[in-house]
């Protein structure tokens, strides 16, 4: 029963700390069972803390049972879950990218080290929107950074779900939330991108800037582009330029004759991704209100 409680210490299962009865063994037995019921104790209290997040109350292993190497071992993995696995989780799960491309990256797996190089190469290349504008070149490069991104990041947590050390894929285990969620944005990425993608390219067919295919990838585009943005940037620093697309976008939709749709084009950004269709539009003295009447564009 004892050996098996060691066997099950790490069990994701909901098990009740065992307890024994130290009469219960042979008397020549019994310094080293208590020993051995010193280390369970220590292990359960160390994996409440953890279960918990509280890292700063996880308590130390008594010193006079170091030399096991089941509590080596969880020692070990719990220095590399917090000052390393953690901070670069959290850096990814709170859009901190330039954190992530600063940080001091150590002995990491390569698989995640070259995660993150793709992750920092695609927040460099998301400020190009705002600086640049936004085209077909542009979003291809983001979904094949974020794809890479992607790929190598679910690799990396299913290799944790398969390590040797008990300790660390218990770890892994006790924050799948942390690894699904990081995981679910970047997939949310590259599908908002792939739907961005369709809509300009869209937009931008040569002739039909009045059809209903070009006013419905229109919204699309900037509707991909807030949900990006949300998932993108970082809270407290959104991308004032993106904003402002929004707001003028919203100016457009308020209009409700050509000539007031016509003065907002006028004010458009000279960047905003719906700048050339909306110009079409006015030079081609396209008047959607009437030649539409029947559809709210």
């Known amino acids: 029963a004892l050996a098996q409680a060691f066997e099950t210490v790490y069990s994701m299962l909901p098990l009740q700390a065992p307890t024994f009865e130290l009469s219960t063994f042979p008397q020549q037995d019994r310094?080293?069972?208590?020993?051995?019921?010193?280390?369970?104790?220590?292990?359960?209290?160390?994996k409440a803390a953890l279960s918990k997040r509280e890292i700063a109350k996880?308590?130390?292993?008594?010193?006079?049972?170091?030399?096991?190497?089941?509590?080596?071992?969880?020692?070990?993995?719990?220095?590399?879950?917090?000052?390393q696995l953690l901070p670069i989780l959290n850096a990814i799960r709170h859009r901190e990218w330039e954190n992530l491309g600063a940080m001091q990256l150590g002995q990491l797996p390569e698989i995640l080290l070259q995660s993150c190089a793709y992750l920092t190469k695609f927040a460099v290349q998301w400020q190009r929107i705002a600086e640049s504008g936004l085209?077909?070149?542009?979003?291809?490069?983001?979904?094949?950074?974020?794809?890479?991104?992607?790929?190598?990041?679910?690799?990396?947590?299913?290799?944790?779900?398969?390590?040797?050390?008990?300790?660390?894929?218990?770890?892994?285990?006790?924050?799948?939330?942390?690894?699904s969620s990081i995981n679910q944005d970047l997939l949310r990425i590259s599908r908002h991108l792939r739907e961005l993608a369709r809509a300009l390219d869209a937009v931008n067919q040569v002739g039909i800037a009045s059809s209903r295919l070009a006013r419905t990838s229109a919204g699309d585009i900037m509707f991909s582009l807030a949900q990006l943005a949300a998932l993108i940037e970082p809270r407290d620093k959104p991308s004032a330029r993106l904003q402002t697309w929004q707001e003028q976008y919203n100016q457009l939709l308020k209009q409700n004759n050509w000539q007031a749709f016509r003065q907002a084009v006028q004010e458009l950004d000279a960047l905003h991704p719906l700048s050339p269709w909306a110009n079409e539009l006015v030079s081609r003295d396209i008047d959607i209100f009437t030649a539409f009447s029947h559809q709210k564009w």
Not at 60 to 81: C, M, R, V, Y
Not at 139 to 164: G, M, N, P, V
């Open 31 to 46: 310094t080293n069972v208590q020993e051995a019921l010193a280390v369970l104790r220590a292990l359960h209290r160390w």
């Open 58 to 83: 996880t308590p130390d292993f008594p010193g006079n049972l170091l030399h096991w190497k089941i509590l080596q071992e969880a020692q070990t993995s719990q220095h590399l879950w917090q000052e």
């Open 135 to 179: 085209y077909p070149e542009l979003t291809h490069e983001l979904i094949f950074l974020d794809d890479q991104a992607q790929e190598l990041f679910f690799r990396f947590w299913q290799d944790l779900e398969k390590t040797s050390s008990d300790a660390l894929r218990w770890m892994v285990q006790t924050h799948q939330t942390l690894f």
